[in-house]
C-alpha cells in the first residue's frame, strides 16, 4: 500500500536556526512527492514538489526538500526559519494506483518558531 | 482573483439530516477533489473529479455523493449525517496534467459538526 509518514508530531526551532521536516514514503513506481504549509484556519497551499531530476528541490518562501531513494526519505528544510513559517506542513505522494493528482497526505507536522 | 470558493464555512447538523458543500473555482480546472482533515489523521481523499460528468471515489466515499454537471462547480453531499463525519472538509482542484501535476490548489475550508 502507497504512504506517506511524517514521524514528528512537532518540530520546535530557535529562529534563525536551521530546520528539518521529516517524511518517509512507500509507493510503487516512482514517486512523486509534496510538501504543503498550512497556516492557521486556511487551505493548504502548495511549496514544492520533486518529481525526476536533482535531488534538492528548492520551493516557495526558501524552503528546500531533498529526495533520498535509498532512504524513501523527502525531508522538508530551510537553513534559518522565521516566527512566520510557524504552521502545518504535510507531506504528500501521488497515488500511482489513480489519476494524476490523486495525492496520499501525511498526518502532518507542527513547526513552531520562537523568537 | 477568487480562486477556490467553498459555502459554508461553518455548520451545524443534527444526526441525519442532509446537507451539500459547495466549491467552486474559476481557474477552468479539470481536476477536482474533495477532503477531509481530522487531527492526526491528516487529509483523507473522498471524492475527486477528472472533467465535467466524471466523479470517482477516493479513500473515505462512504456517507458522501458528488456530481460534476460544469467545470466550475463540485458539490458535495452528505445524505444523512452522522457524527463520525464531524471534520473540516477541504476542496482542491488542479489544470489537470503536465507540468503542474499534483499542485491542489484548496478552498478555505468547512468545518461541519454534526451533533
Known amino acids: 500500500a502507497q504512504s506517506v509518514a511524517q514521524p514528528e508530531d512537532q518540530v520546535n526551532v530557535a529562529e534563525g536556526n536551521p530546520l528539518t521536516v521529516k517524511c518517509t514514503y512507500s509507493?510503487?513506481?516512482?514517486?512523486?512527492l509534496f510538501w504543503y504549509v498550512q497556516y492557521p484556519n486556511r487551505g493548504l497551499q502548495f511549496l514544492l514538489k520533486?518529481?525526476?531530476?536533482?535531488?534538492l528541490v528548492k520551493g516557495s518562501y526558501g524552503f528546500e526538500a531533498e529526495f533520498n531513494k535509498s532512504q524513501t526519505s523527502f525531508h522538508l528544510k530551510k537553513p534559518s526559519a522565521l516566527v512566520s513559517d510557524s504552521a502545518l506542513y504535510f507531506c504528500?505522494?501521488?497515488?500511482?494506483?489513480?489519476?494524476?493528482?490523486?495525492?496520499?497526505f501525511g498526518a502532518g507536522t507542527r513547526l513552531a518558531v520562537h523568537p | 482573483n477568487a480562486g477556490v470558493t467553498q459555502t459554508p464555512k461553518f455548520q451545524v447538523l443534527k444526526t441525519g439530516q442532509s446537507m451539500t458543500l459547495q466549491c467552486a473555482q474559476d481557474?477552468?480546472?479539470?481536476?477536482m477533489s474533495w477532503y477531509r482533515q481530522d487531527p492526526g489523521m491528516g487529509l483523507r481523499l473522498i471524492h475527486y473529479?477528472?472533467?465535467?460528468?466524471?466523479?470517482d471515489q477516493g479513500e473515505v466515499p462512504n456517507g458522501y455523493n458528488v456530481s460534476r454537471s460544469t467545470t466550475e462547480d463540485f458539490p458535495l453531499r452528505l445524505l444523512s449525517a452522522a457524527p463520525s463525519q464531524t471534520s473540516v472538509y477541504f476542496c482542491?482542484?488542479?489544470?489537470?496534467?503536465?507540468?503542474?501535476?499534483?499542485?491542489?490548489?484548496f478552498g478555505e475550508g468547512s468545518r461541519l459538526t454534526v451533533l
Open positions: 509507493v510503487s513506481g516512482n514517486p512523486y
Open positions: 504528500a505522494v501521488r497515488d500511482n494506483s489513480g489519476g494524476y493528482n490523486k495525492l496520499i
Open positions: 481557474m477552468n480546472h479539470e481536476y
Open positions: 473529479s477528472v472533467g465535467a460528468g466524471i466523479t
Open positions: 520533486y518529481i525526476t531530476g536533482d535531488n
Open positions: 482542491a482542484s488542479n489544470s489537470g496534467q503536465g507540468a503542474s501535476v499534483g499542485e491542489l490548489f
